[in-house]
């Protein structure tokens, strides 16, 4: 079992920036991948970003892509997200996850293929 925590969200400004950063501990040799997720109010929970270890290759939405960039720690327990230019469509808690149970193809994207995730952390941008 792996335990991760957010931490770095808050309330900012349209065009400003915040960095998200997952602590994991536990079982963390074991794990394969980290990513985020964010949910907003009223709205299903999406995929944000992710990381695969074995390869450090990256998978960003297209809603985020250009500003958003994710990247872990040498240590490989800490996975963070940078988020630039935000827009208040980007209001949302966002949530860390860990360990997918399939690596192939777009697995990442699905909330049902991780297995650990964070308690969130909240971002608000302000118009």
């Known amino acids: 079992q792996v335990q991760l925590v957010e931490s770095g969200g808050g309330l900012v400004q349209a065009g400003g920036s915040l960095r998200l950063s997952c602590a994991a501990s536990?079982?963390?040799?074991?794990?394969?991948?980290m990513g985020w997720f964010r949910q907003a109010p009223g709205k299903e929970r999406e995929f944000v970003a992710a990381m695969y270890w074995s390869n450090g290759n990256t998978y960003i939405a297209d809603s985020v892509r250009g500003r958003f960039t994710i990247s872990r720690s040498n240590a490989k327990n800490t996975v963070y997200l940078q988020m630039n230019s935000l827009k208040p469509e980007d209001t949302a808690v966002y949530y860390c996850t860990s360990d997918l149970t399939n690596l192939n193809g777009g697995s990442y994207y699905y909330t049902r293929f991780w297995l650990s995730w964070g308690q969130g952390t909240q971002v608000t941008v302000s118009s």
């Open positions: 536990g079982r963390t040799f074991s794990s394969n991948a």
